[in-house]
């Protein structure tokens, strides 16, 4: 199993361009998240998904949006980049008693 | 909703001496919690857990939790620290009927030599 697998790794983006950051996962796992982390601030919930076709607002969802079409498969959605979502973008999955996080991707907007 | 307080900003402690990283967290429902661990410019990765049962879970690296219902704590310790402990450490909370798992800003862990 690979896991939690996150692309790109790393991106710089222009003000206003939209980009897709892709995450998928072959455990099998209902549960998907996406998280922002910029220093010293942990790690914020931007969206989350219970299954297939089901998604919720996280604690910043302004600016992002997601889709679920397939539960392997949970894309986060940047449409007009703003240098404020400069962070570290983490996906995970979970079991029911365990996170399992991708190895995140750092986006910079100039 | 969930929320999760960690009041330690930044801890340092000398090599060998014993550490304790705080946690509280707020909820009107049951919870499962869980300690991260993030070293530098790596992803995270799951020190330990509470479920049910015993109040005291034991993690890997020597690190263990208490929970504590009556005061919504969740304190990470460990006797003796090392060098290697150095990291970025994070308390989470979910309701056991599943939905957002919640992080806490974090607590940074330095040991000093």
């Known amino acids: 199993n690979a896991g939690v697998t996150q692309t790109p790794k790393f991106r710089i983006l222009k003000i206003g361009q939209s980009m897709t950051l892709q995450c998928t996962q072959d455990?099998?796992?209902?549960?998907m998240y996406w998280y922002r982390q910029d220093p010293g601030m942990g790690l914020k919930l931007i969206y989350y998904s219970v299954g297939a076709g089901i998604t919720d607002k996280g604690e910043v969802p302004n600016g992002y949006n997601v889709s679920r079409s397939t539960t392997e498969d949970f894309p986060l959605r940047l449409e007009l980049a703003a240098p404020s979502q400069t962070s570290v973008y983490f996906c995970?999955?979970?079991?029911?008693?365990?996170?399992?996080f991708g190895s995140g991707t750092q986006l910079s907007v100039l | 909703a969930q929320s999760v307080t960690q009041l330690d900003s930044q801890v340092p402690v000398f090599e060998e001496a014993p550490v304790e990283l705080r946690c509280n967290y707020s909820?009107?429902?049951?919870?499962?919690l869980f300690w991260y661990v993030q070293y530098p410019n790596q992803g995270l990765q799951l020190l330990l857990k509470y479920l049910s049962g015993s109040t005291l879970v034991k993690g890997i690296n020597g690190f263990e939790a208490e929970f504590n219902k009556s005061q919504t704590s969740f304190h990470l310790r460990k006797p003796s620290v090392h060098i290697s402990d150095t990291a970025e450490y994070f308390c989470a909370v979910i309701s056991t009927s599943y939905d957002k798992v919640i992080f806490g800003p974090g607590t940074s862990l330095s040991v000093i030599p």
């Open positions: 455990m099998n796992h209902n549960y």
């Open positions: 909820s009107s429902v049951s919870v499962y």
């Open positions: 995970a999955s979970y079991t029911g008693t365990e996170l399992f």
